[in-house]
């Protein structure tokens, strides 16, 4: 695959992310997508083409962003945040815990 068409590949993906049921299979497109550009990157370091390098480099991170998103949203997902009442009792279970010193 060269690079042009990997570039249009990346660029396509644009920074859309799908809803968390589309996570899964976006996530592993994403991991397969590194893993290819890291391949091409091996091989233009071999070539020793520099700028085909540097344009893999730029991909490689933009993807890595993407999977770094999907990866903060599944976490969102998993955690939801905690209600007032749950925040209150929080609150109350903390205080007295602390007590002040004076000198």
Do not use: C, F, W
């Not at 998103?69 to 905690?82: G, H, L, W």
């Amino acid at each position: 695959m060269s690079i042009s068409n990997l570039s249009m590949n990346v660029s396509s993906m644009g920074n859309n992310i799908p809803n968390s049921g589309g996570n899964d299979s976006s996530l592993k497109s994403l991991e397969q997508k590194l893993h290819q550009l890291e391949t091409e990157k091996q091989k233009a370091i071999q070539s020793k083409d520099k700028e085909k390098e540097e344009k893999i480099k730029k991909q490689i991170e933009s993807v890595q962003k993407q999977i770094q998103e999907i990866k903060r949203q599944q976490q969102k997902v998993q955690q939801p945040e905690k209600t007032d009442t749950q925040k209150e009792e929080m609150e109350k279970q903390q205080q007295g815990q602390y007590v002040d010193v004076y000198v």
